[in-house]
């Protein structure tokens, strides 16, 4: 944190990656500068350049006025780069640029400008493979890449689960101003053995469920909601794989939701684009 250096930040969706950029920003010297988060994935292809870098009055079709960009509004600050993975080629390299020289070109200017920025950057896309398939830069990759954050997937992080239960309890009851739910042991192995494919955001969406539609702030295994459930459980003899019980978790949603894909990404806490992808994989997708 107290250094400038890049950081980029990698993990499956729904693991936390937004949070490590705001604690990099609190405790660094920039603390009291701007913090920019910029969701990559969210912004048209044709406008991105003009969100990030700024653009001259009339430098194209709707540019009534200037536009300062993320860079020049961070100047001193940090930006947080989400979704990294699916920034255009002609963008990357205008990244690159700043990322060596701190310069940068508004679109439709010939003007080199300056910015003091600290770059983080997050994606779940596995940027080697970009590399290899020719949609991301190598140079780009090792300038963002100088301080590498990998966060694990919930499922492998044991008893965290049950650490974040109580927190996001104790956050939703103050919200609604009611008790904490509590875990029976029957239902606190249960949860340790679901493999949670939308991780940290899916149960915080589960526990948050839970909290306003359960009849009791007690959960058993009998009462847990159908998403909390390991009903497909791996077998004893191992004969069930990790993909296996995802893949039934999943199918099962998509049955509670009547087939709404956006529904089951919803309760599931993943994109419907990951959604999409993981039934395309198994031969799902309809």
Known sequence: APTDLSVLITGESGVGKESFPQIIHQYSRRKHGQYIAVNCGAIPEG????ELFGHEKGAFTGAIGE?????GEADGGTIFLDEVGELPMPTQARLLRVLESGEFIKVGSSKVQKTDVRIVAATNVNLTQAIAEGRFREDLY????TVPIQIPPLRERGDDVLLLFRKFSADFAEKYR????QLTEDAKKELLAYPWPGNVREL????????IMADSNVLSVGTLPPEFRNDAGVAADGSMTLEDVERNHIVKILEYTGGNKSEAARLLGIGVATLYRKLESWGLKS
Not at 47 to 50: F, L, V
């Open 47 to 50: 406008t991105i350049d003009s």
């Open 142 to 145: 090792y300038r963002l890449n």
């Open 178 to 181: 009611m008790p904490a739910i």
């Open 204 to 211: 915080r969406n589960a526990v948050e469920r839970s909290m």
């Open 67 to 71: 536009r300062k960009g993320y860079f």
